[in-house]
């Protein structure tokens, strides 16, 4: 699994970082085919004073790509929400897939 964080509007320290990759090594166990992982972290708002933060998240696997994006006033609490999304997504293709 290929795994790459990318920040825009700013640079993200390591604790920041290794937050991210903890949670992304979990991903395996709901999808056992997973090929890449990306990861942007954005800034939103930068000329104005409110600044969101927004964390998108995209899975490649085999034939299929999920893709989420959550935004909150922090980083963990952005990409905890995407990360929850995705899982979800994760989960309901592989019902689907177990049904069909």
């Not at 991210?20 to 800034?43: A, G, M, Y």
């Not at 490649?60 to 994006?69: A, D, L, W």
């Not at 990409?79 to 069909?100: G, I, P």
Request: glycine share 0%; net charge positive; charged share 35%.
């Amino acid at each position: 699994m290929d795994v790459k964080i990318q920040t825009v509007h700013f640079d993200a320290d390591s604790k920041l970082i290794d937050f991210v990759n903890s949670k992304i090594q979990k991903l395996p166990t709901f999808h056992d085919r997973i090929i890449k992982v990306d990861v942007f972290l954005k800034l939103d708002n930068v000329i104005h004073t409110i600044k969101d933060k927004i964390a998108e998240i995209r899975v490649h696997v085999p034939k299929h790509n999920f893709f989420v994006k959550a935004s909150s006033k922090s980083f963990e609490e952005s990409f905890d929400c995407a990360l929850d999304s995705l899982v979800n997504q994760m989960k309901r293709k592989k019902e689907k897939r177990l049904a069909a």
